[in-house]
């Protein structure tokens, strides 16, 4: 119980080229008394795919909430490619960051959610395209090429001129993460991506995902129920409690061998 | 008391000139009161107290003093301020400018309908406040306002008559003059009547039309 918060720190050795892409330094992150992160500290590796477990309310998609700054961390800081995200310097001060610079250091992110949270009033092609042309400041037909390589990544090639309400819940996210990927962020964020789906559209959803994750180089942070996806893509598991972590490591030690009582009666619960 | 025919003819030549103006002055004062509305919609929603306060302060007072007054206002004491405005303009910004306070709490409910993921999807897309706007929340937002908006114009085609007070001649200004002019005042009001009822009807069932194709 001791080393709750620096858990992690000292657990990542695998991260041996030293490279953290996504720093939490004593990060505190409060709903009105309520303590949802308690001076969280852990690291991401560049091209690490780690996944955060833990029961609901444990604070697991805050923290993915808090690297898209959606929400603001009370206290810590974050830092992602090097860069503070919620916090900038200046005259060798921190300070809190504006939203120019917030905004630079998240194009680092990308983030799929539990909805899918599509553009409605676009067809899927703009859905992809959207931000690359207007953020990134691609030609369209580039764009729009890019559009098609993810679609055929997806396996969706065929839908490119439909509108999301005429998607399965399924296709909806596999447009998504295209949608996602098209600004090729550095990191992945994946907000129990599989949570809204009806069960048999869960595994084309996690099939794409899987291929994601070994065939590319792109980081990856996953909150999810899905524990035999969580087994398969992980390089590290952080079981979370109560705004902390409570334990991590390798998957295959996570889930066969967990130290912590609280791990196994939550391991119990849900597989 | 006898229904005249004849009063109705001689009546429809002016009835013309006052329905093509009542129309005008419903077209015009609309596009006032669904630009200036949406602007009064965002400004309220700027963060800057010293744009969104004085806006809620200025669409609050005028939604909540009579029409009517405004036009006199408009009519007859801008003047005092160098500002002369004919009857149809004095008439038509009236009805836009007081359509607008209403029209801007249609768009705020439009804007707050559009789910919290949509401006997260933006946020995680790193998309511009701008293109934000103009790409993804307004294009939602007035697709599910679009119904209400008509309504709006629908009842501005009914306080449309208020403008003959400050002597606009659009349909019941016609029916006025003519009925003082030939002491049949029941002919002329009669037929503006049904024409208001010829024109309010079907554009509401249109509104219904496009209220089930609109809002899923």
Sequence with gaps: MSAENTTS?????????????ITFDNVTKRFGSNVVLDNLCFDVASGK??????????????????????????????????????????NGKLVPASERHSREVRKNIGMVFQQFNLFPNMKVLRNITEAPVHVLGLAKDEAE???????????????????????????????????????????????????????????????????????????????????????DISDDVLMFDAGRVIESGAPEKIFSDPEHERTREFLSAVL | MTWDWNAVSEFLPRLWDGVLLTLQAL?????????????????????????????????????????????????????????????????????????????????????????????????????PRSRTWSAVILPQAIRRVVPALG????????????????????????ARQFSAETFQPTEPITVIGVVFILIAYPASLLMRALERRLVR
Excluded at chain 1, 53 to 58: C, K, N
Excluded at chain 1, 200 to 214: F, M
Excluded at chain 2, 33 to 40: E, K, M, S, Y
Aim: aromatic letters at 6%; a negative charge; hydrophobic letters at 45%.
């Design chain 1, 9 to 21: 720190k000292e657990t990542k050795n695998p991260a041996v080229d030293g490279s953290q892409l």
């Design chain 1, 49 to 90: 795919h780690v996944t955060l477990i833990g029961p609901s309310g444990s604070g697991k998609t805050t923290i993915l909430r808090l690297l898209m700054t959606l929400v603001k961390p009370e206290e810590g800081t974050i830092k992602v490619a090097g860069e503070y995200l919620t916090h900038e310097e200046r």
């Design chain 1, 145 to 231: 090429q890019r559009a098609r390589e993810l679609l055929e990544l997806v396996g969706l090639t065929e839908h490119i001129d439909k509108y999301p309400s005429q998607l399965s819940g399924g296709q909806q996210q596999r447009v998504a993460i295209a949608r996602a990927l098209a600004m090729r962020p550095q990191v992945l964020l994946l907000d129990e991506v599989t949570s809204a789906l009806d069960p048999e559209l869960v595994a084309g959803v996690l099939d794409v995902l899987r291929d994601i994750a070994h065939t590319t180089d792109i980081t990856m942070l996953c909150v999810t129920h899905e524990m035999n996806f969580a087994r």
């Design chain 2, 27 to 127: 077209v015009l004062g609309s596009l006032i009161a669904f630009a200036l509305g949406l602007v009064w919609a965002l400004a309220q929603r700027s963060s800057l107290k010293a744009v969104s306060w004085p806006v809620t302060a200025v669409t609050e007072f005028i939604r909540n003093t009579p029409l009517l007054v405004q036009l006199f206002f408009l009519y007859f004491v801008m003047p005092e301020w160098g500002i002369t405005l004919t009857a149809l303009a004095a008439g038509v910004v009236g009805l836009g400018l007081h359509y607008s306070t209403y029209t801007a709490e249609v768009y705020r409910a439009g804007i707050d309908g559009v789910p919290a993921g949509q401006w997260e999807a933006c946020t995680a897309l790193s998309l």
């Design chain 2, 151 to 174: 309504n709006y114009i629908i009842a501005m085609l009914k306080d449309s008559p208020m403008i003959a007070i400050i002597g606009a001649l659009e349909m019941l200004g016609q």
